[in-house]
Structures are given as C-alpha cells and as structure tokens.
C-alpha cells in the first residue's frame, strides 16, 4: 500500500523567513504533486516532479525530488501572508499509461504571520 | 482556460437518501476520477474510470458507490444510501493520457444529517 508521509502537518512562520515542508512516500511512484488548497478551495497545482533530481521553482516556492530517499521538498523563500494555505503532497503510478490516482499525505497548515 | 464544473456545489441530504453529484470533465479529457476530503482532513482517491469502465477503485469505494458517464459530457458519483460519514467535500478531477497533469473540479460539499 502506498503511503504519504508529510511533515510538519501545522507551521506557523513569520514574513521573511524561509521554511521548508518534507514528504516522503512508502514505494517507487511515477509523479509527484504538490497542491495547494485554500480553505473552502479546491485543489491548485503547483508543481509536478517526475525524475530523480527534479527542481522546479515557482515565485517564493521551490519544489525538489530524491527518488532515492523516496523525498520530495516543498521550499518557502522569504515567505508572505498571500502564502498561507494547506499544502498536499500527492504521489501515483502508471498502470501503462492509466493513474491508479492520486495518494495525499494529510497535508501542512501553513500560517504565515506578518 | 477550461475547467471541470461541478454541481451542485453544496448538497444536504438526509440520512439514507440516495444522492447523485454531478461533473462535467473538461472536453478532450479521457480519464475521469473522483476524490473526497473529510472536513480538514487529506484528499483520498475514490475511483478512476476510463473507456467507460471503473480501472480503480479503493477500499472507500464500496457497493453503496457508483459512477456512470451517462451522456458523453457528465460524469456522475451515486451514493445509494447516504450515511453521516459519507459528509465530505467531494472533487471530480481529469486528464488526458499520459498528461502529467489533472484538473480538479471546485468540488461539492455534500453534508448528510
């Protein structure tokens, strides 16, 4: 059974400092997702990771993956209220070309205080 | 940029009622999924289906459950005989083959009293 792991699962940080969100998930999987979810929201995708080594960096975000360690990043910069969200971490695997679906990790409340 | 509707967007039912949540995927889209998120808690997959047939489902997804594609264009979760715990936010989401990427609908808040 594939399991996400993510941590912390609650952060709470000041403007201007730098954080960093872990997920690790239990088997070899083919991509990795992080989302994020505003309150009441649905779900925005972020990043999408699908080789060893990948990094992908989006404004105050930065997104890496170690399919080795079975561990993907998620890298606050300089972090800003606009950033207070949950953040998912979501793996799958290729059944041929078909996803079995997306497993979550039980995500990371981040609150971002001025 | 095209989205997946979904409707209603908020849904209360009694006990024991059957209710049927409805999703439009977007256009080109072959691959269909549902997912439910328990107020605060993490997303879990539900079912994918493709080629007019369920390819996966999980443990949550038992006979009270059903999908069907009805018309082409809708893709619909039933729920036969809803319960207290079936009280969840539930997303559809699509993509295309072997895109990286699904589209999540902005989900329907089913409470069951």
């Known amino acids: 059974e594939l399991k996400v792991e993510q941590n912390p699962l609650f952060l709470s940080m000041q403007e201007g400092k730098n954080y960093t969100i872990y997920c690790n998930y239990s088997t070899t999987s083919d991509r990795l997702y992080w989302y994020r979810q505003d309150p009441g929201k649905s779900l925005e995708s972020l990043f999408v990771?699908?080789?060893?080594?990948a990094v992908k960096q989006e404004g105050r975000l930065m997104a890496s993956l170690d399919t080795k360690a079975r561990l993907s990043t998620l890298h606050i910069t300089a972090a800003v209220h606009d950033l207070s969200a949950t953040y998912f971490c979501a793996v799958d695997i290729l059944v041929w070309t078909v996803s079995d679906g997306l497993t979550f990790g039980k995500g990371t409340h981040l609150i971002i205080q001025p | 940029e095209p989205e997946v509707t979904q409707t209603p967007s908020h849904q209360v039912t009694q006990m024991g009622q059957e209710v049927i949540l409805r999703c439009v995927p977007i256009s080109n889209h072959l691959y269909f999924y549902w997912y439910r998120q328990i107020l605060g808690q993490k997303v879990e997959f539900l079912v994918s289906?493709?080629?007019?047939?369920?390819?996966?489902k999980s443990e949550i997804f038992d006979d009270q459950f059903s999908v069907e594609r009805p018309d082409g264009s809708n893709f619909t979760l039933k729920i036969r005989s809803t319960k207290l715990e079936d009280s969840a936010m539930y997303f559809c989401a699509s993509s295309i083959p072997v895109s990286t990427y699904y589209t999540f609908g902005s989900g329907t808040r089913l409470t069951v009293v």
């Open positions: 289906f493709y080629n007019n047939e369920i390819s996966e």
């Open positions: 990771l699908l080789s060893n080594g």
